[in-house]
């Protein structure tokens, strides 16, 4: 019994009609096949560079971290602000290649498919003051310098701190520097040439002033019917061309604001997706308060316990929170030092006290009274007051409090 070859799965099954027409289809699918496999192994594929942008605290670093924690790819997190051009002092653009080696121990082959972000990337704008006569080396020398390592090149990368043979087990690479003498005894140390041509970049900046741009570009000439005109009331956004959907400035950047900015035309060339970033809504920084398993809520909750005192929020209180953050307009980095000004007090207290519970609510927050104390016996009303906080009139009883909830007697 001769066994006949069993066709590629990508392969159409073959159809029921006899005869040669049958035999000439098959032999026509598998010629379309055999050529869609070949144009799928001749396509190169190459990466798109994004550019992120948004306000402070909106969660960029975040949203590109746990990218690289999905993906299970190496990461390297780098700030804009220290870099300068080759020659001057300040890290070099190719340290950014180095921390992303870093962070795989030295593997070439895992560093050449990694994620490197670059924040801060529009404190490297182009400098207006081009008459002054001195090189711009911290802003348009650093996009210069950026542009072959986005596009891909191979970047020489020289561990000097000895990190790569310590990785090896202490033992040098062949044909080191100083006849054998190791890195850290003045040689050279190890040099490793990457490839950047499969390494995503992920830039972001919060690009303040970019909103007016996109303003002045948007508004200039608009007259008559659907024309597109600033709002009276919210300077950060214009009115769409149906004249009622309001419409972010940053949800329509195009590349010449990008320019007018201060980036340059080939450095805006190399970043063909250009997304942005909403500021948090109170929603969202309420669910960053409670939600994550490091959660600011969770984190005090937990020191609060060492102690064995439980910490209590008000849905209102957490509310509040929210808001004055967006006053602050300092997004979720500005809810620790919120919650840090509220629960001085308690966290000097409790220790060392009777303290079973400590209430927050809403007038806690907004610093009309200080946080509610409630010692053995007393967790009853811990319940009350919450309940009485956040508007559920059902849970609220008619029972006097016991003053040292008022007052916040303690031990």
């Not at 003051?129 to 596009?151: H, I, P």
């Not at 200039?220 to 004249?243: C, H, P, W, Y």
């Not at 030092?337 to 006290?353: A, C, H, K, Q, Y």
Request: aromatic share 4%.
């Amino acid at each position: 019994m001769i066994a006949h070859p069993r066709p590629a799965n990508w392969l159409n099954p073959p159809s029921q009609r006899a005869g040669a027409a049958a035999a000439a289809g098959e032999n026509q699918q598998q010629t379309q096949a055999a050529s869609a496999v070949d144009d799928e192994e001749t396509t190169l594929h190459e990466k798109s560079c994004v550019l992120l942008i948004g306000p402070t605290g909106s969660g960029k670093t975040l949203m590109a971290r746990t990218l690289a924690q999905i993906l299970q790819v190496p990461f390297s997190s780098n700030d804009a602000t220290p870099l300068t051009q080759a020659g001057y002092v300040g890290e070099d653009v190719e340290s950014v290649i180095h921390r992303l080696l870093q962070a795989c121990d030295y593997d070439v082959k895992r560093a050449e498919t990694g994620i490197v972000f670059i924040d801060e990337i529009d404190k490297i704008s182009r400098r207006t003051d081009a008459a002054s006569g001195s090189r711009d080396v911290s802003g348009e020398g650093v996009q210069q310098s950026l542009l072959r390592m986005l596009e891909g090149t191979v970047v020489n990368i020289v561990d000097k701190s000895g990190a790569s043979q310590r990785r090896n087990g202490g033992h040098l690479p062949v044909g080191g520097a100083n006849g054998g003498a190791g890195p850290m005894s003045g040689g050279k140390g190890e040099t490793f040439a990457v490839d950047t041509s499969n390494i995503l970049f992920i830039l972001s900046g919060a690009f303040v002033g970019l909103e007016k741009i996109v303003n002045d570009r948007m508004a200039k000439g608009s007259i008559g019917f659907g024309a597109i005109v600033r709002t009276q009331n919210e300077d950060d956004q214009v009115l769409g061309e149906d004249g009622k959907t309001l419409v972010a400035p940053l949800d329509m950047v195009e590349p010449a604001d990008l320019i007018q900015f201060g980036l340059i035309p080939e450095f805006v060339g190399r970043l063909p997706v250009v997304t942005n970033v909403n500021s948090l809504t109170k929603q969202d920084l309420v669910r960053v308060l409670t939600e994550p398993r490091n959660s600011l809520l969770k984190q005090y909750e937990g020191l609060f316990k060492l102690n064995e005192v439980d910490l209590r929020f008000s849905q209102s209180a957490l509310e509040k929170v929210a808001e004055i953050a967006l006053a602050k307009k300092t997004g979720a980095r500005g809810l620790r030092r919120i919650l840090e000004n509220v629960l001085l007090d308690p966290m000097f207290d409790t220790p060392g006290s009777n303290i079973k519970q400590v209430i927050v609510d809403t007038d806690v927050v907004a610093s009309k009274k200080p946080a509610v104390y409630l010692h053995e016996g007393q967790e009853d009303y811990g319940d009350k007051i919450i309940a009485q906080d956040d508007g559920i009139v059902a849970a609220v009883t008619t029972t006097p409090m016991p003053s040292a909830v008022h007052h916040a007697n303690h031990a």
